[in-house]
């Protein structure tokens, strides 16, 4: 069974940082497609960043220059570092992973729903 475990998240004030982490156990395949999604009442999840097996990473334009995304393969863990933080980044942000979308490309362009495997969501609120 896939599992994918978010920590991290919580408050932070304008313009200072916050990492979230999404540990992934059972995962076997030898290619992934890996992205963040951010998601705010009302509206659908957005993908802000994805990275491939290749280490191939991709931005939303609303955060490009800000966060960085990244993978440790030795402990099968994905990064989120969101810095100089806005207060429009509050959301609730969601890992997930798919073996398939390495193929198809893997881009913050795949919509949510082609994505497999998902984390349990965070919260990350940023004060003005």
């Known amino acids: 069974e896939v599992r994918l475990i978010q920590c991290g998240g919580g408050s932070a004030p304008r313009g200072e940082s916050v990492r979230l982490s999404c540990a992934v156990t059972?995962?076997?395949?030898?290619?992934?497609?890996m992205a963040w999604f951010r998601q705010v009442p009302g509206k659908g999840r957005e993908a802000v960043a994805t990275?491939?097996?290749?280490?191939?990473?991709d931005f939303s334009d609303s955060v490009k220059g800000r966060f960085t995304i990244s993978q440790d393969k030795g402990d099968n863990t994905l990064y989120l570092e969101m810095n100089n933080l806005k207060a429009e980044d509050t959301a609730t942000y969601y890992c997930?992973?798919?073996?398939?979308?390495?193929?198809?490309?893997?881009?913050?362009?795949?919509?949510?729903?082609?994505?497999?495997?998902w984390g349990q969501g965070t919260q990350v609120n940023v004060s003005s």
């Open positions: 990275v491939d097996s290749d280490g191939i990473a």
């Open positions: 059972g995962y076997s395949y030898s290619k992934s497609c």
């Open positions: 997930s992973a798919d073996h398939d979308l390495y193929y198809r490309p893997c881009w913050v362009g795949a919509p949510d729903y082609e994505y497999k495997f």
